[in-house]
């Protein structure tokens, strides 16, 4: 999982409440095995205009021209301004994955559901909470400021302007903040136990041999 540290991104507005997972990633992308290849249909049914099925050439479908992502200003953007209960619905897991392979590091909104909330942490993607009335500011920065960006510093767990003209602080939970700057996932907090582990695997087939011929 790459870390979190800071972030100087360009902000991309969704301007919709109670975002469910299947406009995330809709179902029929959910028939993979592998965690890859989901960013090119994160918002598949808004993003393009006809019906699309795993194995299609995005790159040949028509685009949406109003949907925001499609717009060229936003073109590039790594942080997601969004409105409340975001993640709502199924607790599908390729939902951040899709954000996160499509280049997001970071969604701010008021509120997340929750199962959302924890898996966006599990995968490297950083959820932050500020009040409506922050996020109707930064809605409006957006709209009056093309190519307006944000620094999000995971440390000091402070939203930003370069100028230093918007900056709100956030909170975040000392363990998955820990997890986040220095690049941990479950599996990458099992491994740093990997000697113990590989220990009481050997003491555990010595004083039961058996198990040897069980493995």
Same mark, same amino acid.
């Given at each position: 999982m790459n870390k979190f540290t800071v972030l100087d991104g360009l902000v991309a507005p969704l301007d919709r409440a109670n975002v469910d997972t299947d406009a995330i990633i809709p179902k029929q992308f959910l028939k993979s095995i592998l965690r890859?290849?989901?960013? @090119?249909?994160?918002?598949d049914e808004w993003r393009? $205009? /006809?019906?699309? *099925? @795993?194995g299609m050439d995005n790159s040949r479908r028509p685009l949406n021209p109003d949907f925001v992502l499609n717009q060229? #200003?936003?073109?590039?953007?790594? +942080? &997601? !301004?969004t409105r409340k209960n975001f993640g709502c619905g199924s607790s599908r897991e390729h939902a951040p994955w899709a954000l996160d392979q499509y280049g997001f590091r970071a969604v701010i909104a008021p509120s997340f559901a929750d199962i959302?909330?924890?898996n966006c942490y599990k995968?490297? !993607?950083l959820p932050i909470v500020l009040p409506e009335t922050q996020i109707d500011q930064l809605f409006d920065e957006v709209k009056a400021f093309p190519g307006f960006r944000? %620094? +999000? /510093? &995971? *440390?000091?767990? +402070?939203v930003a302007t370069s100028d230093g003209s918007v900056s709100y602080p956030f909170e975040?939970? *000392?363990? #998955?903040?820990?997890c986040? $700057?220095?690049? $941990? /996932? /479950? %599996?990458? $907090?099992? &491994?740093?136990?990997a000697d113990k582990i590989h220990a009481f695997e050997d003491r555990h087939l010595f004083e039961q041999p058996w198990l040897a011929n069980t493995i």
């Open positions: 890859t290849g989901f960013g @090119p249909n994160l918002f393009y $205009l /006809d019906h699309g *099925e @795993p060229a #200003r936003f073109q590039g953007a790594s +942080i &997601l !301004l959302f909330f924890n995968n490297g !993607l944000l %620094i +999000i /510093d &995971l *440390e000091k767990q +402070i975040v939970g *000392e363990f #998955r903040k820990y986040l $700057l220095n690049g $941990l /996932d /479950d %599996i990458g $907090l099992t &491994l740093r136990q």
